[in-house]
């Protein structure tokens, strides 16, 4: 059994997600691995942070001392962490119940200095999160694909989760745009971890320093911008690269996603955002790291899909012309939103 003690960090903004709030939290709880501690950062919202306070007694409900927005609810997470992992979990995500098992046991490896796990969406038509919290409070454990069915000895029977109806245009090589595993990634060693479903030794944010207030997504901002997480990791490889970071399959969440998310504008907004981030991105760690990983996903994985698209589309599925183009247009939004980025960034030098 690991010894690796693990700190869980939720950040939450918004009464609007009052129920996916708790719906986190009690899948926290019921891990097999249970956690060192649960901390709750609430991004300058008094009002939320009282009523959370009051009704997670057995959490640790502080409020964002940094800048408003992800990075700075990540920090100030951080910042009161005592476990030797910290594992953040959206507030709108359940977690699998051998999803800290799983983190734990890849830190047995001393040079595994950071670990991301498996993400997958809960698309329009699966369990709201009051759903969950009520399912779990029953003592039904939350199956994901391929598990056990029974995670925990003497456990009631398992909750399958659905996953709820995947737009048929939406293709599965851009599901980072909704905070979801993307096809293309693969188990083992990587550059960067998806920040939704991410954990890292506590001494890394020592060495690396936090994420970047600069970079990554605010609610004080429309523009759905990202790559705070991506930023960092890149920049804990420079510091350190004698370490290792992984994808591990095993370490499960589901993230929900809201269905003005599964719309086309949503997609071609966040696909430009992206590319605006990766343009900062790159500013800070250097175009050569900063772009590694997208060169080659764009290079193999999108024409791969494009072709897969109109190879199921001439096979009868309608919806494979529509993924093929939407393969096609999201590198196009991402790549005029990093032009676009990169011309900024110059003009501030």
Known sequence: MSTTTVSVVICAFTDRRWDDVHAAV??????????????????????????????LPDVRVVENAGPRGLSGGKNTGVAHASGDVVAFLDDDAVA??????????????????????????????????????????????????GADPHPRPGSAEAFDVPTGRRPRWFPAEFEWTVGGTYRGMVPGPVRNVLGGNASFRREAFSVAGGFSGDIG?????????????????????????????????????????????????YYRDR????GLSKALVARSVGTRDGLSNERAHALRTLPRGVLRGLG?????????????????????????????GRRATRGER
Request: glycine share 10%; aromatic share 6%.
């Open 26 to 55: 009690e899948s926290v709880r019921r891990q097999s691995l249970a956690p060192h501690e649960i901390i709750l950062s609430v991004d300058h919202n008094p009002g939320l942070h009282a009523r959370l306070r009051e009704t």
């Open 312 to 340: 199921e589309s001439l096979r009868g599925d309608a919806g494979g012309l529509g993924r093929a183009c939407a393969i096609t247009a999201g590198l196009g939004y991402t790549a005029a939103g990093y032009l676009v």
């Open 271 to 274: 696909c430009y955002a992206e």
């Open 217 to 265: 997504r605010t609610h004080a901002i429309d523009r759905p911008l990202g790559c705070e997480e991506t930023e960092f990791c890149i920049r804990l490889g420079q510091r350190m690269p004698e370490t290792v970071q992984l994808f591990e399959p095993a370490a499960v969440i589901w993230h929900r996603v809201p269905a003005e998310r599964a719309r086309f504008g």
């Open 96 to 145: 699998a119940p051998q999803w800290l098992a799983s983190f734990a046991a890849a830190y047995c490896d001393k040079r595994v200095i950071g670990v991301g796990g498996r993400t997958l969406s809960l698309w329009p038509g699966s369990p709201g999160s009051a759903e969950l919290l009520a399912v779990m409070k029953e003592g039904r454990p939350l199956r994901s694909p």
